[in-house]
Structures are given as structure tokens and as C-alpha cells.
């Protein structure tokens, strides 16, 4: 049986609330070598688990802040 990677992203926050004035889903550090890593790794095939709240909030996503990466 072979096993496959598992990567685990986690988001804590002291506060409960995390984010940046012009990127809050990296909370300001993305960057050309971020975004380079990003689309490497999506490119792969991929088993993504998310929480429920998470679920959710992307479920509520409106249409024009969706991008390829939600749809996939």
C-alpha cells in the first residue's frame, strides 16, 4: 500500500481574527515565489479536507470572488 503526503495548513490566530488590508487569505505575504509554489502544487492531484466552518464560508463565497482553485 502507498501512502500519500499529507500537508496540514493551519490558521491560529490568539485573537480570533486574522488578515491583511490587500491580502487577507495570506495575510500580506504573497509574493511571486508563493504564487509560483501555489500553482505548482495545484496542478497536482489533490484529496483537500476542510472543517466545517471553513466549508462553509468557501460555500458562501460570492460568484466574482471565486477562482479556479474554488471551482477545482
Same mark, same amino acid.
Request: no cysteine.
Given at each position: 500500500m502507498r501512502t500519500q503526503p499529507l500537508t496540514v $495548513? /493551519?490558521?491560529l490566530s490568539a485573537d480570533g481574527w486574522a488578515g491583511a488590508e $490587500?491580502? !487577507?487569505g495570506?495575510?500580506?505575504y504573497d509574493g511571486p515565489e508563493l504564487a509560483e509554489w501555489? &500553482?505548482? &502544487?495545484? &496542478?497536482? !492531484?489533490?484529496l /483537500? /479536507?476542510?472543517g466545517r466552518r471553513?466549508?462553509?464560508a468557501l460555500a458562501e463565497l460570492p460568484e466574482e470572488a471565486r477562482d479556479e482553485s474554488w471551482r477545482r
Open positions: $495548513d /493551519v490558521f $490587500d491580502s !487577507p495570506f495575510f500580506g501555489i &500553482a505548482t &502544487a495545484s &496542478a497536482q !492531484p489533490q /483537500v /479536507v476542510l471553513t466549508y462553509e
